[in-house]
């Protein structure tokens, strides 16, 4: 007798071996067993016939962090097959804060991660976990957050991190991974991160190599004045892997409009660090436009005090006007569509450059009036490419850079907004069923690969990222020919086809393509 038997499908095991045919038994959180239990009884019988059965898919980078906190059921992961997602990502979340600091940063990152409830525990790495162990529909697993060891530390400031702070910094780093997260992450073109110098970073990751952590990098842009070896920050990553011993992660790494059809170009420098020893791995997500929040746009002195010394100066009209001539100098605003402005809410899908307009200012002025109007909350996507060609090669390199055995998938999803960038509704199905199909360079079994086992053994997810006896029943059964992802640019909440059952721990956590409110998800590892 199961609790859960999925009958008939093709069992598509994450291991990259081809897929065969058998029933999957499950009771409790785990795979009881695999093969012909047709004569078996279970409480729940899922047809899975014509269907794959596959391992619960790990997203290595989602911006959730925020959003699970208000919406445990969390639909726009949980209907792609994610059954456990990385938070932490780019150093930009809540732990650990102190009950002054977190406030703080809460306020700060309210245009990336929303705005979870103000008074809960983020002091430790384990508090942090504890808000999310049980309460909320998928597992979740943690990076400690650069961001807010930095803050910790040494406060909202350009300066560098040294001495006692360091010291203390890397306690914390240490202490968080002891803790349960898998490692150190940070986002090296955002504040406070970017004021660290390449120096301080390494002294950070020995201290997470020792504690068994990996380092994932949001490497450094041009965006921010300093630059450290320049060539996009992947000379800095390899130098801090290098010098640290630790494995360093590449956060969506990819190719853009512009550098569309590179893909070895981009990887050149990082295969030569692999075969001196640097062990990398990568991840990306297949669009061809990115997204975050309009306040990390702004110029490095406006950050420094944190979101009132940040709001104080964009309303200040000398300022603002010195903040509008670097955004114009500086970015893309052309580009940018804002997603999310819950206090201007009729202005989520409208492009900067139509507000700018509609307003009569420039860019630059409507991007920190719209910060000003918001309380700092806007975020924005870059609008896909003219061109279909380009579109088109860009998808192409993605499935070139995921069919790479160091390769992975994060959605870098930002779940807020009416009109959020569409990945955070359709990466998942969108490599599996759409790019897949379309360009045939792997085959289901390897792009499942990537999507599971890689990342569980990358981060040390134990017992997951495998349909094995003993593994915990994270499951996904989809159709192979129709899954597909229906999110777009222009109408971007839109769920996926093709996916009607999701176990998270063994619980039915999507039935017939519907939530069914179950609270699954475990803080891993
Ligand atoms: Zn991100």
Not at 91 to 97: F, I, K, M, T
Not at 448 to 460: C, E, H, L, S, Y
Request: proline letters at 6%; a negative charge; aromatic letters at 6%.
């Amino acid at each position: 007798m199961f609790d859960v038997l999925i009958l008939g499908g093709t069992v598509i095991d994450g291991s990259g071996a081809p897929g065969f045919r058998a029933d999957v038994g499950v009771n409790g959180d785990t795979i009881e067993a695999i093969g012909d239990l047709s004569r078996a009884g279970a409480r729940r019988v899922l047809d899975a016939t014509g269907l794959a059965v596959c391992p619960g898919f790990i997203d290595t980078h989602a911006h959730s962090d925020g959003v699970l906190l208000w919406d445990p059921q969390h639909a726009n992961g949980l209907r792609q097959g994610i059954t456990t997602e990385i938070l932490g990502q780019d150093g930009l979340s809540y732990a650990p804060l102190s009950a002054e600091n977190y406030p703080v940063y809460r306020r700060y990152l309210s245009g990336i991660l929303g705005e979870p409830p103000e008074d809960l525990d983020m002091s430790s790495v384990a508090a942090f976990r504890s808000h999310y162990d049980g309460k909320v529909s998928i597992n979740t697993a943690y990076c400690v957050a650069h961001g807010a060891v930095r803050l910790e530390a040494l406060g909202f400031h350009d300066r560098p991190l040294v001495g006692e702070p360091l010291e203390k910094a890397k306690r914390l780093v240490k202490e968080g991974i002891e803790q349960g997260a898998v490692g150190l992450a940070t986002g090296l073109s955002y504040f406070p991160h970017s004021w660290s110098g390449t120096e301080e970073i390494v002294e950070l990751c020995r201290a997470a190599n020792e504690a068994g952590g990996v380092y994932v990098t949001h490497l450094r842009s041009n965006h921010n004045e300093r630059s450290f070896g320049g060539e996009g920050g992947v000379p800095e990553a390899l130098e801090i892997g290098r010098r640290s011993g630790i494995g360093v992660h590449f956060s969506h790494y990819r190719t853009a409009p512009g550098s569309e059809g590179q893909v070895a170009e981009r990887m050149e420098l990082i295969d030569r660090a692999k075969a001196e020893g640097v062990d990398c791995t990568l991840e990306l997500y297949p669009y061809p436009s990115g997204c975050t929040f309009v306040l990390s746009m702004m110029p490095s002195h406006v950050h420094d005090g944190g979101p009132d010394a940040a709001l104080k100066r964009l309303s200040d009209p000398a300022e603002r006007r010195k903040a509008a001539a670097y955004l114009e100098e500086h970015d893309k605003l052309q580009d940018a569509v804002i997603t999310y402005s819950p206090l201007t809410p009729d202005l989520e899908g409208m492009s900067i450059p139509d507000v700018a307009a509609a307003r009569n200012v420039s860019m630059g002025e409507a991007a920190c009036d719209l910060l000003v109007e918001n309380d700092l909350k806007v975020a924005y996507r870059g609008a896909p490419p003219n061109s279909v060609a380009v579109w088109q090669q860009v998808s192409r390199d993605c499935m070139d850079f995921l069919s790479r055995p160091d390769y992975m998938v994060g959605s870098d999803a930002i779940p807020i907004g009416r009109m959020p960038h569409p990945r955070a509704y359709g990466t998942f199905p969108r490599f599996l069923g759409r790019l897949r199909r379309q360009f045939g360079v792997m085959t289901l079994e390897q792009v499942v690969q990537r999507m599971t086992d890689n990342p569980a053994r990358r981060f040390g997810l134990t017992r997951r990222g495998r349909v094995e006896t003993g593994c915990f029943a994270d499951l996904v059964v989809f159709d192979p020919e129709r899954i597909i992802d229906n999110a777009t640019y222009d109408d971007p909440t839109q769920p996926p086809s093709g996916i009607p059952h999701v176990l998270v721990n063994g619980r039915v956590a999507v039935d017939n393509e519907r939530c069914t409110g179950v609270l699954a998800g475990r803080a891993v590892p």
